[in-house]
Nanobody, 114 residues
Framework: VQLVESGGGLVQPGGSLRLSCAAS????????MKWYRQAPGKERELVAT????????IYATSVNGRFTISRDNAKNTVYLQMNSLKAEDTAVYYC????????WGQGTQVTVAS
């Protein structure tokens, strides 16, 4: 089982990034997917959730209206489009697959700074 995040990096405030999480080794279409983030010295925070078919999405208040979670079950990939980025969005972003078991990716760093 693997979840591999990519797309992180350094971006200026107000900019955009698109994170990807490529899944393998399990039946991706049967799993809900989530994006979490963890900033230095803070607890891991749930950012966005998407149901197995993509029909349901839920966002943290702090990112609602700026971030969009989506998935492509044909590509076994979940995405997080992040717009209007702020310094407080700086964190390591992790994807999670959840069903009767939970799998985590290794994380990708997002830094928002001028």
């Amino acid at each position: 089982v693997q979840l591999v995040e990519s797309g992180g990096g350094l971006v200026q405030p107000g900019g955009s990034l698109r994170l990807s999480c490529a899944a393998s080794g399990f039946t991706f279409s049967g799993y809900g997917m989530k994006w979490y983030r963890q900033a230095p010295g803070k607890e891991r925070e749930l950012v966005a959730t998407i149901g197995s078919t993509g029909g349901v999405t839920i966002y943290a208040t702090s990112v609602n209206g700026r971030f969009t979670i989506s998935r492509d079950n044909a590509k076994n990939t979940v995405y997080l489009q992040m717009n209007s980025l702020k310094a407080e969005d700086t964190a390591v972003y992790y994807c999670q697959a959840s069903s009767n078991v939970v799998y985590w990716g290794q994380g990708t760093q997002v830094t928002v700074a001028s």
